[in-house]
Structures are given as structure tokens and as C-alpha cells.
């Protein structure tokens, strides 16, 4: 059973910074794309940023500039370093890794909020 364990979550002031770390209990060898998405209140899951094997990255138009996605293959964790955090930011975010086959697995989510 594949599990997703995201930590560093929290409060923070409007400004502040935060990081997000998610380890995956399946093998690196069998993900292709790492990734963070975030939902707030009375909206849609949205993609905030993925990073695929190669190292290769996407990210959300709200917040390039500001967040960064990395992955560690050796502790197979995948980060999100949030930097000038809004208040528009706050949302539970979801780790996500998509496997050889296709196959998404999603985190438990971890509450990110951001005061103004």
C-alpha cells in the first residue's frame, strides 16, 4: 500500500515562509511526477507545482517566483519552500506522485494558513 506522508503545515503572518515535505513509501524507481496541489475553501483542486524524475518542473501562475519544488531521491521526499506567503495561499495542500503506470496517489493534506 502506497503512503504519502506530508508534514509543515501551519500558521503563518502574510509575508512569512513555510515548508512542505511529503515521503513516499513507494519506490523512487516507480514515480515519474512529484507534485504539490492545494484546495481552498468552496474551490477546485488546483495544481501548485510538480517536478518529474528528470528534474523538470511546472508551477502554478499565482505562485512562480515565490515557491520552489524540490525532490530528495535518497530520503524519496518531494518539498515545497513557500516564500512571501498570502493570504490567498491558504488551502490544505495535497501531495500527489503519479507511478510507471499512470497512477496518482494523494496525500492525507496538510492545512496551510496565511493571516493578513
Known amino acids: 500500500q502506497v503512503q504519502l506522508v506530508e508534514s509543515g503545515g501551519g500558521l503563518v503572518q502574510a509575508g512569512g515562509s513555510l515548508r512542505l515535505s511529503c515521503a513516499a513509501s513507494?519506490?523512487?524507481?516507480?514515480?515519474?511526477?512529484r507534485g504539490w496541489y492545494r484546495q481552498a475553501p468552496g474551490k477546485q483542486r488546483e495544481l501548485v507545482a510538480t517536478?518529474?524524475?528528470?528534474?523538470?518542473?511546472v508551477y502554478a501562475d499565482s505562485v512562480k517566483g515565490r515557491f520552489t519544488i524540490s525532490r530528495d531521491n535518497a530520503k524519496n521526499t518531494v518539498d515545497l519552500q513557500m516564500n512571501s506567503l498570502k493570504p490567498e495561499d491558504t488551502a490544505v495542500y495535497y501531495c500527489?506522485?503519479?507511478?510507471?503506470?499512470?497512477?496518482?496517489?494523494w496525500g492525507q493534506g496538510t492545512q496551510v494558513t496565511v493571516s493578513s
Open positions: 517536478i518529474t524524475n528528470g528534474g523538470s518542473t
Open positions: 513507494i519506490s523512487i524507481f516507480r514515480i515519474n511526477v
Open positions: 500527489n506522485v503519479i507511478n510507471d503506470l499512470g497512477l496518482p496517489y
